[in-house]
C-alpha cells in the first residue's frame, strides 16, 4: 500500500527548501525548474500531484483561493456562506458558489469625480433619430431609435421576438450597417429566416458568437449604426463560474451591453421571460 505522504518522482515533499512554498524560500516552481499547479501556469500539475499522492497541505495550496460568495439563483439575492434557505426570497437550494472576478487596476483606482449641474447649463443636441422603416415600432420608440439607446425586448419564448427584431435589422440595414448578434443559432438558421421574411438587405452582417469579450470587440468598430443581440439568457462572460443565464451572468452580460450602448451605438437586446414570469431560461 502507498503511503498517502509519499511523493512521485520530482515533487517537493513538505520542509524541501526548493519546492513551491512548502516550507522553502523559493515560491512559484518545482526542483526540475517547472512552474507549479499553484500558479496554474502549467498545465497537468494537480493531475500529476494527485497520482504522486500530495499531503492534504499540498493539494490545498493548489486549490483556487479566490473570494466568493453564493448567489441565489432565483432573487439575486447574495451571502458570503452557503445557506439551504434563501434570506431574501426563502426558496431552497437556489444559492450557488460563484468565484469573483479579479478587479483590474482601473477598477481599484480611485475613480475621477463627476460634478453635477443645472439641467438649464447643459448645452442642447439634437439627436437624429434612425427610423426603423416600421411606423408602428417607430410610434413606440417615440419617433424612432435614439442613438445610444438601450432597449430590452423581452416576452415568451417563441413569441416572436427575434422574427420582429431581423425584420427590423433587414429594413434598417437597407440604408445603413446593422449587425445582428446571434447566440442562439448558426448562420445558416439565420439566413433562411431571413429568406423567409425579406430581410436579406445588403448592409444587414451577422454573427454567431456566444463570448461577451469577442461581441464587445465586434461592436467596437465604427461602422455599426445598429446592433442586436439575441438573447440575453445565452451570451455569457467565460470569466464567471456559473452557467449562462444565471443571475450573475445576466447581470454581467446586461452591464456590459449597456456600457456599449452608451457610446452612441444603440442596441436591441432579446430577452426570454419564462412562464414563472421570471428572467431566468424556460425549463
Known amino acids: 500500500m502507498i503511503s498517502a505522504r509519499r511523493r512521485a518522482p520530482g515533487l517537493p515533499q513538505l520542509g524541501d527548501r526548493k519546492g513551491p512554498g512548502i516550507g522553502g524560500r523559493k515560491a512559484g516552481r518545482w526542483r526540475d525548474g517547472n512552474h507549479c499547479p499553484v500558479d496554474g501556469s502549467k498545465e497537468g500539475g494537480l493531475a500529476a500531484g494527485i497520482e504522486g499522492k500530495w499531503t492534504g497541505r499540498e493539494l490545498w495550496m493548489a486549490k483556487d483561493h479566490r473570494p466568493s460568495r453564493y448567489v441565489c ?6 451571502s458570503a456562506r452557503w445557506m439551504g434557505r434563501c434570506p431574501s426570497c426563502s426558496q431552497f437550494n437556489t444559492m450557488v458558489e460563484e468565484l469573483l472576478p479579479a478587479r483590474s487596476a482601473n477598477q481599484t483606482g480611485q475613480a475621477s469625480a463627476r460634478v453635477p449641474v443645472p439641467i438649464g447649463r447643459v448645452p442642447p443636441q439634437s439627436l437624429q433619430r434612425i427610423s426603423t422603416g416600421m411606423d408602428e415600432v417607430d410610434r413606440v420608440l417615440g419617433g424612432g431609435i435614439v442613438p445610444g439607446g438601450f432597449i430590452l425586448l423581452g416576452g415568451d419564448p417563441g413569441i416572436g421576438k427575434s422574427t420582429l427584431l431581423l425584420q427590423l435589422a433587414g429594413s434598417v440595414g437597407r440604408r445603413q450597417p446593422v449587425i445582428y448578434i446571434t447566440a442562439e443559432e448558426s448562420l445558416e438558421q439565420t439566413r433562411i429566416r431571413a429568406s423567409r421574411l425579406g430581410a436579406e438587405s445588403p448592409q444587414l452582417f451577422v454573427l454567431a458568437e456566444e463570448r ?16 442586436i443581440v439575441d438573447s440575453l439568457q445565452t451570451v455569457y462572460n467565460p470569466d464567471l463560474e456559473s452557467a449562462p443565464g444565471s ?3 445576466v ?31 424556460a425549463a
Not at 73 to 78: P, S, V
Open 73 to 78: 439563483q432565483e432573487c439575486g439575492g447574495t
Open 212 to 227: 461577451i469579450q469577442a461581441i464587445e470587440s465586434v461592436l467596437a468598430e465604427d461602422q455599426w449604426q445598429l446592433a
Open 247 to 249: 443571475v450573475a451572468q
Open 251 to 281: 447581470r454581467e452580460v446586461a452591464s456590459r451591453l449597456m456600457r456599449v450602448a452608451k457610446s452612441r451605438l444603440p442596441i436591441f437586446l432579446v430577452g426570454h421571460v419564462n412562464k414563472e414570469g421570471s428572467w431566468r431560461p
